[in-house]
T-cell receptor, first 108, second 119 residues
């Protein structure tokens, strides 16, 4: 069963517009959720984790247990935000399970 | 060299060949992973090694054989692969695999990947 769902394969927004990358998960316990990012020609890397409640590069993500969601948001998109974004769920038994990813394109 | 290094970066092999992918991490981590990244599919976890012991084999066909001689090195031995095995194979490492609530849990450091093409 798919544990992490990213419904948008591709998301295109204009520079300066708000961005929201959707992620829903399937897990009955207390999840540990992450967003990973892969910029062009770079390796996959951690962007942020929900447990830290931090903002990285202007991005935030709030865990909503009622909606089982962990959407990634940024109020004003920048061109350098163009990348592949992966939502991931950590389970100690299974390691890190990734969603299919969303390709974010920021248009000038 | 620091971080996670994978070699070779590109590999083309026939279905009857035997080859190996290598991964090395210089981060002092104790867990290492192999992931498969195919087009149109999410990243698939293949194998997990924790303190050199294999703790996860995610129903991977036996034509893929991992080896972890120490905490810094991880190999993926390939034998009689199929064209559908063509993909990007990513290695990753992490500080710890044990216990929930650990601040380091789930933070994986990835290599750049080995692009495999099976003819």
């Amino acid at each position: 069963a798919q544990r992490v769902t990213q419904p948008e394969k591709l998301l295109s927004v204009f520079k300066g517009a708000p961005v929201e990358l959707k992620c829903n998960y399937s897990y009955s316990g207390s999840p540990e959720l992450f967003w990973y990012v892969q910029y062009s020609r770079q390796r996959l890397q951690l962007l942020l984790r929900h447990i830290s409640r931090e903002s990285i590069k202007g991005f935030t993500a709030d865990l909503n247990k009622g909606e089982t969601s962990f959407h990634l948001k940024k109020p004003f998109a920048q061109e350098e935000d163009s990348a592949m974004y992966y939502c991931a769920l950590w389970l100690s038994a299974d390691g890190l399970t990734f969603g299919k990813g969303t390709h974010l394109i920021i248009q000038p | 060299e620091t971080g996670v290094t994978q070699t070779p970066r590109h590999l083309v092999m026939g279905m009857t060949n035997k080859k190996s992918l290598k991964c090395e991490q210089h981060l002092g981590h104790n867990a290492m992973y192999w992931y498969k990244q195919s087009a149109k599919k999410p990243l698939e976890l293949m194998f997990v090694y924790n303190f050199k012991e294999q703790t996860e084999n995610n129903s991977v066909p036996s034509r893929f054989s991992p080896e972890c001689p120490n905490s810094s090195h991880l190999f993926l031995h390939l034998h009689t692969l199929q064209p559908e095995d063509s993909a990007l194979y990513l290695c990753a490492s992490s500080q710890t695999f044990l216990g929930q609530g650990n601040a380091n849990t789930g933070e994986l450091f990835f290599g750049e990947g080995s692009r495999l093409t099976v003819l």
